[in-house]
């Protein structure tokens, strides 16, 4: 089932189509997102920023908006959004990135303070993962991989199945008393 994550009543849908289905909820994986090629501040087209904010900050807010009372009407249940390095620390030329992936993280830990007795709630901040994105960072910063792997303790860009391998551990029973954490790289 398709839904424009920016937009309310499609993500309602979705969320009340998958409960008609399977009768509850018990794991969202908030995980749309988009990305612009990288400009200063001033540059930034207005229009672009709304777009990332819009897809990346609100997307995660009506995904939790519309799946927290299905969890909470089953008494229990694990939301991870994807968020990103890129909203931990501070990369130039990606200001709308960098702010809805920030707020990502921000309105994870609030909804771990809300909802913490019913409701796990989590995030994922990878940093540098072997994906098509990661082939548009390096061609559009002109930076090597080497350079951006250099901050990274292991040395090394991740893969799509370890952090689906993290995503499935916060989603399952093994990470019960976890909740409101950022994890990263």
């Known amino acids: 089932m398709k839904a424009d994550v920016g937009k309310a009543e499609e993500v309602k849908a979705f969320v009340d189509a998958c409960v008609a289905k399977y009768g509850r909820l018990d794991i969202a994986f908030n995980n749309a997102g988009i990305d612009y090629p990288p400009q200063p501040i001033a540059d930034t087209k207005v229009e672009e920023f709304d777009d990332l904010m819009n897809t990346n900050a609100r997307g995660v807010f009506l995904g939790m908006k519309y799946e927290i ?44 303070q809300e909802y913490g007795k019913d409701i796990r709630v989590n995030a994922v901040s990878p940093g540098a993962i072997d994906t098509a994105m990661l082939d548009r960072v390096k061609q559009q910063w002109e930076v090597t991989e080497e350079d951006l792997i250099a901050p990274y303790p292991m040395k090394r860009v991740g893969t799509t199945e370890e952090v689906a391998n993290l995503v499935m551990w916060l989603a399952s029973n093994d990470a019960s008393y976890v909740s409101g954490g950022s994890t990263v790289r």
Not at 96 to 107: L, N, P, W
């Open 69 to 112: 009372p299905h969890m909470l009407k089953a008494g229990s249940g694990a939301v991870i959004n994807m968020a990103s390095i890129g909203g931990k620390r501070a990369f130039p030329n990606i200001v709308g990135y960098g702010a809805s992936k920030a707020a990502v993280i921000h309105m994870t830990k609030m909804a771990a």
